[in-house]
């Protein structure tokens, strides 16, 4: 059985997570930053967790931003990149065949 605690835990280091790969896109691609308006609370949502992402819409609605401050919705798609690699094994032979 999951303990309140332990959902806690488990959502602040989901949103953590995201918070952290959200900074490495926009330093990858900062052009993004010109799509947020100036003031913004940004909530990020996960592609692939509705019962995170209800809590953290519900977490952003119940806090006080000023009323100038849009809330930003930032859905964060995890993306897989395969990268192929050959590795060249060397090994010792007593005579090179002759061509």
């Keep these: 059985m999951v303990t309140v605690t332990e959902k806690n835990l488990a959502f602040h280091d989901k949103l953590f997570d995201l918070i952290e790969q959200f900074h490495h896109y926009v330093f990858s691609h900062p052009d993004v930053l010109d799509k947020l308006p100036e003031k913004a609370a940004l909530v990020l949502l996960d592609a692939e967790d509705e019962e995170f992402n209800?809590?953290?819409?519900?977490?952003?609605?119940?806090?006080?931003?000023?009323e100038d401050v849009p809330i930003v919705y930032v859905r964060m798609t995890r993306q897989v990149r395969m990268i192929q690699q050959i590795e060249w094994t060397p090994s010792i032979v007593s005579s090179p065949l002759a061509v």
């Design 54 to 66: 209800r809590r953290n819409i519900e977490l952003a609605k119940n806090n006080r931003y000023p």
